[in-house]
T-cell receptor
Framework: SQQGEEDPQALSIQEGENATMNCSYKTSINNLQWYRQNSGRGLVHLILIRSNEREKHSGRLRVTLDTSKKSSSLLITASRAADTASYFC???????????FGSGTKLNVKP | SQTIHQWPATLVQPVGSPLSLECTVEGTSNPNLYWYRQAAGRGLQLLFYSVGIGQISSEVPQNLSASRPQDRQFILSSKKLLLSDSGFYLCAGSRRTEQFFGPGTRLTVL
């Protein structure tokens, strides 16, 4: 299975601190994406990194990808209480745009 | 922008009853469409995906089926619900690499 797995499963930090989440996957990928899910809601796309990229930034988000280790990390800098959510990585297949999601990291940012 | 509509938001059904969840897409044509199930506190399990009208691929053998009668309509069905069908069902679409999700339906089978 290509399924990504996030670690840690849960993370609790104070507002203003940085939050780092990791994702590992099993097979070759085209792209790796990170999504956010607020409790009981649908997922929202955050950022995509292609297999030939090593690092990407978007606002307070920084994503790295190491294809040799089959791993990615998501860094949220200067966290806010509103960042409290679950974060999922997703890898895709080379055909038909199938996506495989990990089990997620539940982030709690305490005000 | 692309939007996925799903309804109902919550549903409570008895064991053995039928199910029909509908998903419609707005703002794009010929998208790939997906049904996922999410158990409480867990990741997403891909159930079905469709690359076009009438084209359905099943990822996991189970008590559910899917149909795509129109380009922007994707339906998840069951003839007889089981307790294990309870969960949070998400419909998603994609045109290129990014997926966009509906708000989800929370199904409780009693």
């Amino acid at each position: 299975s290509q399924q990504g797995e996030e670690d840690p499963q849960a993370l609790s930090i104070q507002e203003g601190e940085n939050a780092t989440m990791n994702c590992s996957y099993k097979t070759s990928i085209n792209n790796l994406q990170w999504y956010r899910q607020n409790s009981g809601r649908g997922l929202v796309h955050l950022i995509l990194i292609r297999s030939n990229e090593r690092e990407k930034h978007s606002g307070r988000l920084r994503v790295t990808l190491d294809t040799s280790k089959k791993s990615s990390s998501l860094l949220i800098t200067a966290s806010r209480a509103a960042d409290t959510a679950s974060y999922f990585c997703a890898t895709d297949s080379y055909n038909f745009n199938k996506f495989y999601f990990g089990s997620g990291t539940k982030l709690n940012v305490k005000p | 922008s692309q939007t996925i509509h799903q309804w109902p938001a919550t549903l409570v059904q008895p064991v053995g009853s039928p199910l029909s969840l509908e998903c419609t897409v707005e703002g794009t044509s010929n998208p790939n469409l997906y049904w996922y199930r999410q158990a409480a506190g867990r990741g997403l399990q891909l159930l079905f995906y469709s690359v076009g009208i009438g084209q359905i691929s099943s990822e996991v053998p189970q008590n559910l089926s899917a149909s795509r009668p129109q380009d922007r309509q994707f339906i998840l069905s069951s003839k007889k619900l089981l307790l294990s069908d309870s969960g949070f069902y998400l419909c998603a679409g994609s045109r290129r690499t990014e997926q966009f999700f509906g708000p989800g339906t929370r199904l409780t089978v009693l």
